[in-house]
């Protein structure tokens, strides 16, 4: 649960490596979704998937110290090339996803400024440090 609490923290910081993550499940949630379901269920995924990709893009940009004029970019594409890939209904519209995902990789050559203590990937109020590897191995290691 604390997982799924960290998907929706706004002044958090994730790394690479978990912003990446997020986002390419949001385009593959997406895609899969988007052609498997009506006009009204997608676009209802579509603005559930905006708020997860919303606060990532917002966290990621926290973590580079970039303004906050960055987190518009991103996510105005994806919700823009989204839109137009539900109300199309073709399959080559799913290449509009690639204009998005130019600006992820553009987020993702800024390196974060501050050294934190992520836990998978991210660093903030919500407590994760349960579900940290080593916290499993030394608590079965103190049931032996």
Known sequence: MQLLKSLFCWHCFDDRYRFSVIHSLCYFCFILFALAFSKFTSFLL????????????????N?????????YGP???FSFTASIII???SSFALFLLLLPAICTAALLT?????KRDFIFGYHGPVDLSSL????RTSTRQSGR
């Open 46 to 61: 579509l603005l559930i998937l905006l708020v997860i990709y919303t606060m990532s893009t917002k966290r990621r940009v």
């Open 63 to 71: 973590d580079a110290t970039l303004k906050n004029s960055w987190l």
């Open 75 to 77: 996510t105005l594409i």
């Open 87 to 89: 109300f199309v209904e």
């Open 110 to 114: 800024y390196p974060g400024k501050i």
């Open 132 to 135: 940290r590897q080593g916290d």
